[in-house]
């Protein structure tokens, strides 16, 4: 009996940064698939307003006055340079806010070229990553984002930078197609959000984001129906981040990932035993968790799947190699994994029964013995 992921009404939800990409803010109407809970999300939610807000940005623009250093910050730049610089930020910008996202590009590409450890290189490859999304290029658009955080590691976006390079691994995950020719949609392309998230935890490791991401990570290969690689990034998430929140729904998701690799009683039951551990590792941990009945089913089910598998392997040495004291020892082991339940029952029937074999086996054995053979002194008689 193959085990699958359950879906519920009410799980929580992962990063969603569709709308305020520089916060942690979840919906409860994403699809999916990861055993999240109410309480961790208000729990998530309180935890993000208790930190300090964003700071502003050190370069500010209006259509009247145009961009402006506010701040006391300096743009890096003097003379002629600053001039030359402001100058193609002001055409960027007024290309940008007409959709004239082409010649908007071409003035934010100049800056980051010419004057790449100015200021204004930094909002210039903000920009850039803003257009990038529009168009729907979000390989190109993460790109920006990343040489942000490359260059600039110290700005005070960010925040706001990691939140947008999770909005766009999240919107990949989703299923995202980009545009050939601004109009043709292209193929998605979910594998590409498995390196943007590890790049999320690469770039903000002791963030809010890193746990989600490490969830993230282990959904999408779910999704590519490649179960190990799931498992490697919950074992990753568990161990680096042991205290999160989410770390409880890590355990219940390898649980659950390795249920759903058992492919019945007749085979190799190494991913049931897996399952039952982590199974048992979360009702020990997390005995108040709202989803300890669900983990509770799940070791119920898998018990039963590894108790059955025994009497398989019973019935196999009882059937087909008439060896009694083999088929004992399986039974005795499906009585010991799940000893109250109707497997354990079917057991000690079929236990019974070989104690009864066996009985008669050594009575045969004990009858037919005869005198010892007379020795043979000659070599032929």
């Not at 006391?72 to 001039?83: F, K, N």
């Not at 119920?300 to 059955?308: N, P, S, W």
Request: aromatic share 12%; proline share 4%.
């Amino acid at each position: 009996m193959s085990f699958r992921l359950r879906e519920t009404n009410g799980i929580r939800a992962g990063l969603d940064l569709r709308f305020h990409p520089d916060s942690l803010v979840t919906s409860l109407t994403m699809p999916f698939t990861l055993p999240f809970n109410r309480c961790t999300l208000l729990f998530a939610v309180v935890l993000l307003l208790s930190l300090p807000a964003r700071l502003a940005a050190d370069v500010v623009w209006t259509p009247e006055g145009g961009w402006r250093i506010v701040g006391g910050a300096t743009a890096g730049l003097a003379g002629e340079q600053a001039s030359n610089a402001l100058q193609l930020m002001n055409r960027a910008r007024a290309a940008e806010e007409k959709h004239h996202y082409f010649w908007a590009l071409h003035y934010y590409k100049k800056v980051t070229k010419k004057y790449e450890r100015s200021i204004y290189a930094q909002e210039a490859f903000f920009h850039t990553a803003l257009i990038r999304v529009a168009q729907h290029k979000y390989v190109k658009a993460f790109k920006a984002y990343q040489e942000i955080v490359n260059r600039f590691p110290n700005t005070t976006r960010f925040n706001e930078v990691i939140g947008h390079q999770y909005r766009i691994a999240a919107d990949l995950l989703d299923g995202a197609q980009g545009r050939y020719l601004w109009i043709i949609p292209g193929f998605r392309n979910r594998e590409a959000s498995i390196g943007f998230f590890e790049n999320v935890v690469m770039n903000a490791p002791y963030s809010e984001y890193a746990p989600v991401a490490f969830m993230s990570i282990a959904k999408a290969h779910l999704i590519l129906h490649d179960p190990e690689e799931s498992i490697d990034a919950l074992d990753r998430m568990i161990n680096t981040y042991p205290k999160s929140v989410l770390t409880s729904d890590a355990y219940l998701m390898s649980a659950q990932t390795y249920a759903s690799m058992v492919s019945g009683p007749a085979y190799d039951q190494t991913a049931a035993k897996e399952a039952i551990t982590y199974f048992q590792d979360f009702v020990i941990l997390y005995p108040n968790d709202p989803k300890i009945a669900v983990a509770e089913d799940g070791l119920t089910e898998m018990k039963q799947e590894l108790a059955d598998s025994k009497i398989n392997l019973g019935d196999y040495y009882l059937k087909y190699r008439r060896n009694f004291k083999a088929a004992r020892v399986f039974y005795n082991e499906a009585i010991t994994d799940f000893p109250d339940s109707p497997v354990a029952a079917r057991a000690r029937t079929k236990l019974a029964k070989v104690d009864a074999l066996l009985a008669e086996q050594e009575k045969a054995t004990a009858g037919g013995k005869s005198k010892p053979a007379r020795k043979k002194w000659f070599l032929f008689f």
